[in-house]
């Protein structure tokens, strides 16, 4: 079953998050991770909610998913991103 990695976040270093957008690619490929949403503004349509940027990674399975937040050589990445932005990360299972 698909797994899909959802963030919504709000940068507020550019400069330095670039780094993070030109080196993650890479690791999302290594866990056969594919991009179905990348940075894109919202419409909301419903609720409260108002996230200013969203991604959407699509993965073969919640394995693929979990080895990729868990890639060790991935962590820095992942830490100037938690740095330079404000963002919030979900997993959730596609349908079959």
């Known amino acids: 079953m698909k ?14 998050f670039m780094e ?3 080196s993650i690619p ?13 940075g ?3 419409t909301v349509m419903e609720g409260d909610w108002n996230p200013e940027r ?3 990674i699509e993965f073969p399975s919640r394995e ?8 060790p050589e991935a962590q820095s990445l ?3 991103r938690k740095n330079t932005t404000t963002s919030k990360l979900i997993l959730v299972d596609g349908c079959l």
């Open 20 to 22: 993070y957008i030109k």
């Open 3 to 16: 797994a899909y990695l959802i963030l919504d976040l709000t940068i507020h270093d550019i400069e330095t």
């Open 26 to 38: 890479e690791f999302i490929k290594k866990h056969a991770g594919r991009y179905i949403v990348l």
């Open 64 to 71: 693929n998913a979990n080895d990729f937040l868990q890639d």
């Open 78 to 80: 992942f830490e100037l």
């Open 54 to 56: 969203m991604v959407v």
């Open 40 to 42: 894109e503004e919202p």
